[in-house]
């Protein structure tokens, strides 16, 4: 609920402030992202792809490689590489990913898993994909575990970045062959 109200009052005191700092979503970006694809030609080389994640969690013993949602990573640079934001830049995902997830552990180390360390945590996790201009939820997203495991170290950061890895290595070859099968 605090959550809420203090959203309802942000937007509120900084209305003209978020409206002429916000641009405009391209509209055949939006709509397509959010939709089934049109083609399914990519959908083998996801198949391996997925397959060599799981491969990567059993030999490995790491099964944070699959936390940064990794499907959905995996699902949006396959099936909509023309528009998906860090497609054209993966290994650029990679770092982010590994880089948030490494701030969120160390944070917690430092200062415990209380609020104000979690609060450092998110605006940490903000900043590392505003410098790195990726709008990537999973970025975001990864910088929380550490919070909620029992004994976090830092075998996390390598973990959770190793799942980006894996699309970032084999996407730029993989989607050429799909993408212009001459």
Same mark, same amino acid.
């Given at each position: ?28 970006? +939006? ?9 399914? &030609? ?79 945590? &998110? ?21 929380? /575990?550490?919070?909620?495991? /029992? ?21 730029? +070859? ?9």
């Amino acid at each position: 609920v605090l959550l809420a109200v203090s959203l309802q009052l942000f937007r509120v005191m900084f209305a003209q402030t978020i409206n002429a700092t916000t641009p405009e979503p391209d509209a055949a970006e +939006s709509g397509v992202i959010e939709q089934p694809p049109r083609q399914y &030609v990519w959908l083998p080389f996801f198949l391996v792809f997925l397959l060599c994640a799981i491969w990567m969690v059993e030999t490995t013993g790491l099964r944070f490689i699959l936390f940064p949602p990794l499907v959905v990573i995996g699902f949006e640079m396959f099936a909509h590489s023309d528009v998906c934001p860090w497609a054209d830049r993966p290994f650029t995902l990679t770092l982010a990913v590994t880089l948030t997830a490494a701030a969120g552990t160390a944070i917690n180390l430092a200062l415990g898993s209380g609020p104000f360390a979690a609060i450092l945590a &998110v605006a940490g996790g903000a900043g590392a994909c505003r410098v790195f201009k990726l709008p990537t939820p999973p970025a975001r997203a990864v910088r929380l /575990p550490p919070f909620v495991l /029992p004994h976090p170290d830092f075998r996390f950061p390598p973990a959770a970045g190793g799942g980006p890895l894996l699309p970032s290595v084999n996407f730029p +070859s993989l989607s050429r062959l799909w993408q212009h099968p001459d």
